[in-house]
């Protein structure tokens, strides 16, 4: 269940040519940097009012960011931090969450 | 695992840790071998708990932890101002136990024998291990304040920079303090744990004040040249709210204390309070100086970004607020907490043979209240560069707060919900 994520990854930063493209660890090790505010795998504090991303489409996460990322959707917060990831880590990043039971 | 005697544990870590060996020489590996992790704050909690989740199970953790319970520093500043309980604060070692499987064991490490990898412990004994991660946070440097350099003066003027007994004993300062009195806080030299968090207790003092005690003043005593951080946002919260309870001074370097007196003596300058808190330097927790780790400046751990490894020393790790920053990287539990899923990450890749990752990310979070209700933030996201082989701030991404506001109070307050369920259940 895990893995399938990292295999989409593994495609992608194949194609990027990047020279990490074996760590099958880089989608887990990316989602928990988010996971302080937004639960351990995504699966935040019921009533703590940040969003979990757990189980989330994957298509849905990364539309979210890349509206924080543009200034199209208003943030106090995601808006700046969305900015520090490139979109191939976005990309992991909401895949993992998305794989999350 | 968890019914074993010590003794046992001991022999099953061993042996796990030298099956690690034989299986790294293969290389790849599922991760095995016991971890030492002294230090259940921010750091070490999360460490211990990413550690046998990320291992599902199959590395040993144990846990040498001082307190009975975690406290946490962030949000410890309104239990000064008056909002919150320690009970609001306070969290159990529990969750790390019984769902992760962490040993936890309540005593203090006393030495490290790296070469042996062992570490002795307060209450007697020994134990080995295959890694160790230090999260040791800081110590007080004591003798730049000749006034405060014993235990009784100590008793007097409260640091309250770690969250505990000495924040209960702050508020009760301030609680018996006449209106008419003033609080005056000395803020050391950068870099310091938490650096708003001294404005912002400033400002929950004042609020304090203004609600109850309207006569009283507060004074902020800063070593540095100017506001270290939020600069624009706590200045207008000051101007806001503020005016006439609060007066900042920058370049105003606490020299020594007077306890008699209650006065902080700076260079040119003298200034009696009623309430006088003084945030001594600090360096890192003294178990790094006692392991002989080489510290930058005589104060910080050099480590490698890859793992958290300490240059100097193979097999320890060091995290959170004892090492030697990168560049523009506070020191905070949010990265703390981050600084620990590294080290795990890199810890599980080097017990099964593997090169940790050469890509690692960590990112920041901070936020401070102005008031009982109103917060402001910082945060920043660092990655690797291979050039410097250093976590080096994004450039265009992090920032500030636009201005202060509730509802950033209240996700000041979810915040720390999760994070300290992030580290601890």
């Given at each position: 269940m895990k893995l399938l994520p990292t295999v989409a990854a593994l495609g992608l930063l194949a194609a990027t040519g990047a020279a990490h493209a074996a760590d099958p660890n880089l989608a887990r090790n990316l989602a928990a940097t988010c996971a302080n505010c937004h639960g351990t795998n995504g699966h935040a504090v019921p009533g703590s009012g940040i969003d979990a991303l757990a189980g989330v489409d994957k298509a849905k996460i990364l539309q979210k960011l890349a509206d924080f990322k543009s200034g199209v959707k208003p943030a106090s917060i995601m808006h700046q931090i969305s900015k520090g990831y490139t979109d191939e880590q976005l990309d992991l990043i909401a895949g993992y969450f998305a794989a999350q039971k | 695992m968890m019914l074993m005697k010590r003794r046992d544990f001991l022999k099953v870590g061993a042996a796990a840790g030298a099956m690690a060996s034989l299986y790294g020489c293969a290389g790849g590996g599922k991760a095995s071998g016991h971890v030492v992790v002294v230090g259940g704050g921010y750091g070490g909690a999360t460490v211990a708990k990413y550690l046998r989740m990320w291992s599902e199970g199959s590395v040993q953790v144990t846990l040498i932890e001082r307190n009975p319970t975690f406290i946490s520093c962030p949000i410890s500043n309104l239990v000064i101002g008056g909002t919150k309980t320690m009970e609001d604060i306070t969290v159990s070692y529990d969750g790390l136990k019984n769902k992760w499987g962490v040993r936890i064991v309540q005593d203090e490490v006393v030495a490290v024998d790296a070469a042996k990898r062992s570490i002795s412990l307060a209450k007697g004994g020994a134990m080995s291990y295959d890694r160790l991660v230090l999260s040791p946070g800081v110590d007080f440097m004591w003798d730049q304040i000749p006034g405060l350099n014993n235990a009784d003066a100590q008793a007097k003027v409260l640091?309250?920079?770690?969250?505990?007994p000495q924040t209960v004993a702050l508020r009760k300062q301030l609680e018996g303090m006449k209106d008419g009195g003033t609080y005056a806080i000395a803020i050391p030299k950068a870099p310091y744990r938490c650096p708003p968090g001294p404005y912002e207790r400033a400002c929950l003092v004042a609020n304090y004040f203004k609600q109850n005690k309207p006569k009283s003043k507060v004074i902020i005593l800063d070593a540095n040249e100017d506001v270290v951080s939020k600069k624009g946002l706590f200045v207008k919260a000051w101007e806001d709210l503020y005016k006439g309870t609060l007066e900042y001074r920058n370049n105003s370097e606490l020299k020594d204390v007077d306890v008699k007196t209650n006065t902080a003596i700076l260079e040119f300058d003298k200034f009696k309070a009623d309430v006088l808190n003084v945030i001594p330097p600090h360096r890192a927790g003294d178990i790094a100086a006692k392991s002989g780790l080489k510290l930058i400046n005589n104060r910080w751990v050099d480590i490698n970004w890859l793992s958290m490894e300490v240059n100097s020393t193979p097999g320890v790790h060091v995290i959170g607020d004892a090492i030697f920053p990168a560049p523009t990287m506070p020191k905070s539990g949010h990265m703390a907490n981050q600084h620990g899923k590294l080290a795990a990450a890199a810890i599980l890749n080097l017990l099964s043979g593997q090169e940790p990752s050469p890509t690692p990310v960590v990112m920041n979070t901070c936020y401070s209240f102005v008031d009982a209700k109103q917060a402001i933030h910082v945060t920043s996201v660092h990655q690797y560069d291979p050039a410097t082989k250093v976590v080096q701030p994004v450039k265009g991404a992090g920032g500030v707060s636009a201005a202060r506001n509730e509802i950033e109070g209240k996700v000041a307050l979810g915040w720390a919900k999760n994070i300290w369920a992030d580290m601890l259940a």
């Open positions: - | 640091h309250a920079w770690k969250a505990g």
